[in-house]
């Protein structure tokens, strides 16, 4: 018995160890696991990612609180033309969008339907920061 519970033991290094030397050769970078978003678990992030970019606490959303491959995206929420986004606005924007890339109406965005979408593609193609 003790014979058998040393190599079980050094399977899960092993596995590591490949996987790592895997990731390393870049094999695995762009991997992105298949997802699904409910509307309602979206929703409820908007407010944290909302006030993430509120820099100065004002609530509410100024071009130069935003990273410069945002400020156009971001500002283009403002529906009332007053120069900043309140947290409605960008909620209201946020939805309309999620709304829009859900294509089949079942209000979950799969990764199909968010990838169609051009979601993400903007982060991965740009780096620059604020």
């Not at 970078?29 to 006030?51: I, K």
């Not at 609530?59 to 410069?68: M, P, S």
């Not at 309140?86 to 709304?99: C, H, N």
Request: one cysteine or more.
């Amino acid at each position: 018995m003790r014979i058998l519970v040393l190599p079980l033991l050094a399977l899960p290094a092993v596995m590591l160890a490949a996987c790592s030397d895997q990731e390393a050769k870049g094999d695995a970078v762009d991997f992105r696991p298949p997802t699904n978003q409910n509307r309602a678990d979206f929703a409820s992030t908007l407010g944290l990612r909302f006030h993430a970019m509120d820099a100065d606490r004002n609530g509410t959303i100024e071009q130069g609180e935003l990273r410069a491959n945002r400020v156009a995206r971001i500002m283009a929420m403002d529906a009332n033309g007053d120069g900043h986004v309140a947290l409605g606005e960008y909620e209201a924007a946020q939805l309309t969008r999620f709304d829009a890339a859900d294509k089949d109406k079942d209000r979950v965005l799969s990764s199909a339907e968010r990838d169609a979408a051009g979601w993400g593609t903007r982060n991965r193609a740009t780096t620059s920061t604020k």
